[in-house]
Structure formats: structure tokens, C-alpha cells
């Protein structure tokens, strides 16, 4: 089985589109830890962990009786995480550089979380069935995804170029071998790791208007993606025409009063045996 591959690149440029996007993800997330449980004095692991953004979270929610461990194997990212961290006083979260589907830390932990980080694993059943191994029982496991399918953007009324962008986006995942279903997927990927069957809860966020934050995040993402896009015959740079995206998709949005509804991220959580 090939490991799919990662879409949008390592560069400082993306760190920064990460950190940006999370501004836009991180209230589905926190509502998504919340759910699952994570709280007060709680031992928390962030498998593929980036520039930090869920496991800052967490580590907001354990407070200063827990703690939280972000894993990544990208060791500049860590670096920024760390900065984050530091500058939020945070000293109850640390980051390590690692294999996110075969940690080798010590202990275990209360809950194991990740956003946007299983669809680049080849077989995630499998990590997350040697993953659990490391929780204490009872412990959480909590993650999400996107749906990477045509249909999971949609406008009213049509914007065509909205769902050009966005078929670009899902194409280029396709090539990559990222599942199109990958937060659907979550189901079974829980139950055949050995998992109680998740509650699962699916959102998108819906924005019109001139100052709609989907413009950017959109045009961002497939920046850090034109390399992928270019490489796998998607579209030319020139048929992307990235420094005028954003413009065009809000001039779009705006001259026909278009409701968008962006790509679904899908949550999935679940929680293994009290006892051993």
C-alpha cells in the first residue's frame, strides 16, 4: 500500500498558510475536544501535530495539571510550534520530531488527537490500532478530516470558478492518493483498528461577502499545492493564475451574492475499554 502524498509542500510560506487556516478550523476543532472529552489534568498526544494549532488547543483544555506532546516529523515546523507555544506562555506542551504512526515516547496518555493527518497515511488502521496501545484505558482517540469530493463545496447561486478552484483541489488529491471520502472514512478506519464505532459529526463553514476569510484560505492552499497540481497535469500556473485567485473568486462571490459552503471536515471520536 502507497503512502499518499503530502499536498502542500514544507516551505516557511506553508507554515504560515497552516497558521492561518487554523483560524477558520480551530473552533470545529475545540468543539471536537470538548466533546470527546479532553479536560483538566489530562496527558494529550497531537499525531502529525504541525504548526501546533490543535495541540495549543489541548493544551489550553488540560491546563496546568495536564500536559500535551505534538508529534511531526517536519523538524522546522516544530520549530515554529515551539515559538507559538512560548509566546502564549504555554509551558505545559512540548513538541518532538517523530514517525506520527509509530510513536516511541514514554508513557501513555488519556487521549491521542490528530486534524488532517490520517488521509496521508497509507494504512491508518493500522497506526491507529498500534497507536491505542498507548492510551491508559478509557482514553480518547479524536480526529479529523476533509472530504476531498466535488460535491463537499457547494454555492448558491452557482460560482463556477469557486468549483474550479475546488476541483482542482480535490484532482490533485486524487492523484496524490488521498481517499475522497477520507473524513467518512474515519468510521471504518476506527472500527477496523479495533475501535468502538465514533460519534462522528460533519461541518462546514458558510461565508458571503467581501470579507469572507475563504478567499484567501482557498487561494493559499492551492498555492502551496501548484507544484503537485503543475506535476500531475491538473492545470498550468498559467490556467491557476494564483496571484489574482483570491481577487477573482471575491468579485465572483460578490457581484452574484453567492452563499459559499466550504469543503466538510469531518470529526470522528471514540474511546477505548475502561479496563484492560
Known sequence: M??????????????RRLISAARLLNPISERALRDAGIGPGQR??????????VALLAAELVGPTGSVVGIDQNPEILQAAEHRAR???????TFVEGDCTDV???????????????MYVADPAAALRRLAQRLNPGGVV?????NFHPSSVRTLPEAPLWHTAWGWICDTAARAGIPSNAGLALHHTMTSAGLPAPAMRLESIVETGPDAASYDW?????????PLIERFGVATAEQVSIDTLADRLRHETVAADVVLKTPDIVTAWTR???TP
Request: proline letters at 3%; glycine letters at 12%; aromatic letters at 6%.
Open 142 to 146: 479524536a480526529f479529523q478530516d476533509f
Open 272 to 274: 477505548v475499554a475502561a
Open 2 to 15: 502507497s503512502t499518499p502524498t503530502y499536498l502542500m509542500g514544507r516551505t516557511d510560506q506553508e507554515t
Open 218 to 226: 482557498i487561494t493559499e492552499a492551492i498555492r502551496s499545492m501548484l
Open 44 to 53: 494529550v498526544l497531537d499525531i502529525g501535530t504541525g504548526a501546533g494549532d
Open 87 to 93: 509566546s502564549l506562555g504555554l509551558d505545559n506542551v
Open 104 to 118: 516511541d515516547l514514554p508513557g501513555r496518555f488519556d487521549a491521542i488527537v490528530g486534524r488532517l493527518v490520517l
